[in-house]
């Protein structure tokens, strides 16, 4: 199993970005999906979260900027970001738990991470 985002680039303030992720491999189900965010010199945070029945958390940083949204059928996550800050400059890194077998737990997977740059 594994998680390939994409969408990472260069934007200037108050531009828009689109990431994607998408799981791949023998999955039986997936719970909470999300993205979280690493700058340079800080810990990695919590960004968004959806669970599969839809409901959704943000960070307080990005409310009402960033909206995430999941296709359950595909096994994709995505957070579009809107009026981005060059604070919000990060390598993104999306997640999920993830199930390969009826008789099995959910285990934490990463993405490889793609970088966000917000230019001022």
């Known amino acids: 199993v594994q998680l390939q985002a994409s969408g990472g680039g260069l934007v200037q303030a108050g531009g828009s970005l689109r990431l994607s992720c998408a799981a791949s491999?023998?999955?039986?189900?997936?719970?909470?999906m999300g993205w979280y965010r690493q700058a340079p010199g800080k810990q990695r945070e919590l960004v968004a979260t959806?669970?599969?029945?839809?409901?959704?958390n943000y960070a307080s940083a990005v409310k009402g900027r960033f909206t995430i949204s999941r296709d359950n059928a595909r096994n994709t996550v995505h957070l579009r970001m809107n009026s981005l800050q060059p604070e919000d400059t990060a390598v993104y890194y999306c997640?999920?738990?993830?199930?390969?077998?009826?008789?099995?737990?959910?285990?934490?997977?990463w993405g490889q991470g793609t970088l966000v740059t917000v230019s001022s």
């Open positions: 997640y999920a738990r993830i199930s390969t077998d009826y008789s099995r737990g959910l285990y934490s997977e």
């Open positions: 491999g023998s999955i039986f189900s997936i719970g909470v």
């Open positions: 959806i669970v599969d029945g839809g409901s959704e």
